[in-house]
């Protein structure tokens, strides 16, 4: 029951947030793609993007001591991508990304233990294909399908499912998956939906090779190159990892699901694009706060 009361009072809360923020036709964040169709911020459009885009930017998450015992720090990461579409039908992209973690908590400094890493990312290729359009004076929704698989490099598994928790595998394991977005259109306001599945090929135990994804955005365009949107992700945990019963580091909470709340801008004009975002967690297993700043260049043909 108190599972029922929470996703009541979140469907709330967002419903009136979305409400209190300035009008999305969803024409703005499908040009700013991100890295990973499970990337650092989660859910976007199901347009295609138009023309090719080149994106970078960083991403800064921290993890807080009240989080999970002997889990605090933080991550910084630089994606990179390259997205082509058409605009109407299809989009296929590439992308990776740089990243640094530490974990700071004191039970492993006290214990002279060296708790940080930095690397390349698994190269992610994706396609977007668009099986329905909100086309004018129809009332289909916009219905768009994302295959994508991760390749493993080869200095170590690095994905965000791992950051969560500091416990990157040693394994080069590769990922696949696909996503279901769904979007309408009112005016200048869009409701978009994410439904993902991602199988991780791992034979280690406290993996969870098929993990879902729902994510929820509400966008609402303030001008002719600015829109806002606020959106709700939950991630199931594919990390099980936990410490003895009876250790210091033991936590009930570290199998929770991945939840996030967070509200962005994206900002367009003439083949330049930004996009910032400001993430909070719900959960145990998300981080306190998450901040992410893009740049996002299109060339047109």
Same mark, same amino acid.
């Given at each position: +029951?108190?599972?029922?009361?929470? +996703? ?8 009136? %947030?979305?409400m209190?923020l300035?009008?999305?036709a ?12 499970? &990337?650092?911020?989660y ?7 138009? %023309? ?6 960083g991403?800064? =998450? #921290?993890? &807080?001591?009240?989080?999970l015992?002997?889990?605090? %720090? ?7 991508s390259?997205t ?15 990243e640094? /973690?530490?974990?700071?908590d004191?039970?492993?400094s ?8 930095? &690397? ?8 977007k294909? #668009?099986?329905l359009?909100?086309?004018?004076? #129809?009332? @289909?929704p916009?219905?768009?399908? +994302? ?8 200095? #170590? ?6 950051l ?11 990922a ?8 309408k259109? /009112? ?8 439904l993902?599945?991602s ?5 280690i135990e406290y993996?969870?090779? =098929?993990?879902?994804? @729902? ?5 609402y365009?303030?001008?002719e ?6 959106? @709700?992700?939950?991630?199931q ?8 019963? &009876? ?6 909470n ?10 962005g ?10 996009? @910032? ?8 297993t998300?981080p306190?706060?998450?901040a ?10």
């Amino acid at each position: +029951m108190k599972h029922i009361s929470f +996703m009541k009072q979140l469907v709330l809360l967002l419903l009136v %947030g979305g409400m209190m923020l300035p009008p999305s036709a969803a024409l703005c964040d499908e040009s700013l793609a991100l890295y990973g169709m499970k &990337g650092y911020t989660y859910t976007y459009s199901p347009l295609p993007s138009k %023309g090719l885009n080149i994106q970078t930017g960083g991403m800064y =998450s #921290r993890f &807080g001591g009240a989080k999970l015992n002997c889990r605090e %720090g933080y991550v910084w990461a630089v994606p990179f991508s390259l997205t082509y579409g058409d605009g109407d039908r299809f989009e296929f992209s590439a992308a990776s990304h740089w990243e640094y /973690w530490e974990n700071t908590d004191d039970y492993w400094s006290n214990k002279g233990i060296d708790t940080d890493n930095k &690397g390349i990312g698994d190269v992610f290729l994706g396609a977007k294909i #668009r099986l329905l359009g909100q086309e004018k004076g #129809r009332n @289909f929704p916009d219905v768009s399908l +994302m295959p994508y698989i991760l390749i493993p490099t080869s200095n #170590r598994d690095k994905s965000i499912g791992d950051l969560y928790l500091y416990n990157p595998t040693s394994e080069d394991d590769y990922a696949y998956g696909a996503n279901l977005l769904i979007g309408k259109r /009112w005016e200048k306001f869009y409701l978009a939906a994410n439904l993902g599945f991602s199988y991780l090929d791992s034979d280690i135990e406290y993996i969870e090779n =098929s993990t879902y994804l @729902f994510g929820l955005t509400f966008e609402y365009q303030i001008s002719e190159s600015l829109t806002s949107y606020l959106e @709700f992700i939950n991630n199931q945990n594919k990390s099980q990892e936990n410490y003895p019963k &009876g250790s210091y580091c033991y936590d009930e909470n570290t199998d929770e699901d991945i939840r996030e709340l967070g509200l962005g801008f994206t900002w367009l004009t003439g083949g330049w694009g930004m996009k @910032f975002y400001m993430g909070t967690g719900l959960s145990h297993t998300a981080p306190d706060i998450r901040a992410v700043a893009l740049i996002n260049r299109t060339f047109s043909f």
